[in-house]
């Protein structure tokens, strides 16, 4: 297939003024046309949630050849929703990329990232869907290792079968060194942790208590190489594919015998 | 362990005052002293969301013997996260209970549902967490059955040894139908499907378009009768187990080969 015939869906969670999402818009111009819509505003954390009691309104914000970028007061899941269902619906998109985001998705951050949460919807439409996040939250982040290894895993990706690519969802993480330290591309397993948080409590100025999340992660695996932390640590860029099914089948059989 | 001693966390994602929320707090007085945050305002759909740029408002809207119910400006995870990490973080809870939820959380639902991000975050703090929900939206809903099965489920996972209850997570689905006519509980695996939406387009007062989400859930396998959307739909209360490795092993051989 080639670049003029393809159609390419771009969105991210921290909005689309956030310079990672430039990033993506570059990395998909690159192999076909490209429609956006990111959120109108940052909804870093958003994981998969959906706006069911707001409308949602969208606006236009850039429109040139062979691309149109449109902002929406929603999550990043509606971005996505609203791009398959109502705008995009007559024809096929052939990738989804989600990103660039401004902080690691690794481990269990899969389940919190709005990145992640628009990438996984993504995948549920049937096309290949790649998140992409920089393990950098500056705005200033440097941007340069996330491109080159972005587009040269999307072009991976595009390049597989048919049955390779459908459904396919990837939560790709790069670590925040310079482009030529790192050590290539690893294919990993979603790292074992959990976040332990310490919430920051302060008054308001008329005196009302308040809190602020403010955690840290605790990788529960330090020491096994086959995870995405232990890759991102370790200077590799981490690619983990995702997948939706998350029926814990090694405990049916306590249930079982436990709800008889 | 008698029920003076246990400590039993409960949340919701409809918000401290939705009747379901009070069905929870009562299933859980019976096993012992009850601790709950939940939402101030509907939170549905709001999945495994975090709140990072905005400050948590905390008020204390019950307080009886064995009873303290506060209400929080956040999302479920919120709630669990500052239950765990700030209010109780000295104390063991035993169980983490969610719900119950006006409207059913089978399927791929697990990944959108604010009452379920809860009860995986509470997993997350190693006591057992069950997600409750009834296939019924309305705020009327009959919680009979609900509040039997429910009573039943937590009284037997509670009755499992240490390792069988830590971590464990389970999606209770029940059926919208009278209590006597429920065919019994079944232990089953999430259901294939996806949401198929089918935006609602109108203008504002000032000509300005907007969209409102409304889809509608489409079963990709409705012949498999291990599911819970096939358990529902036959009169049984589903139950899922869940966990949260949402790596997809299986892709791994092609992408290892993709991205040499």
Known sequence: MSN???????????????????????????????????PATTQSG??????????LFLEEVRREEGLEVYS?????????KLAFDYM?????????????????????????????GAAIEGSFYGCPSVGLSLTDHSTDADFTAAREYGRRIVASILEGSEEERRNLCLNVNVPNIPA???QGIKVCRQCRGVWH????RHEDPR????????????????ASEDTDEWALLNGYVAVVPVQVDMTDYGRMPFLQSALK
Chains 1, 2 share one sequence.
């Open 4 to 38: 003029k015939d393809r159609l390419i869906f771009v969105t991210n969670d921290d909005g689309f003024a956030a310079p990672g999402f430039q990033v993506a818009l570059d990395i998909a111009r690159e192999f076909g046309r490209v429609v956006a819509i990111a």
């Open 88 to 116: 995009l619906a007559d024809e096929k998109v052939d990738l989804v990329i989600s990103g660039v985001n401004h902080g690691s998705n690794g481990g269990v951050n899969v389940l919190y990232s709005g990145t992640m």
């Open 72 to 80: 929406l007061t929603g999550t990043p899941v509606d971005c996505v």
């Open 207 to 222: 005196g009302k208590a308040y809190f602020w999340l403010k955690g840290g992660f605790c990788n529960n695996e330090p």
């Open 180 to 182: 030529q330290d790192i």
């Open 46 to 55: 958003r994981s998969q949630a959906i706006t069911i009691y707001d409308p």
């Open 197 to 200: 948080e310490d919430f920051y």
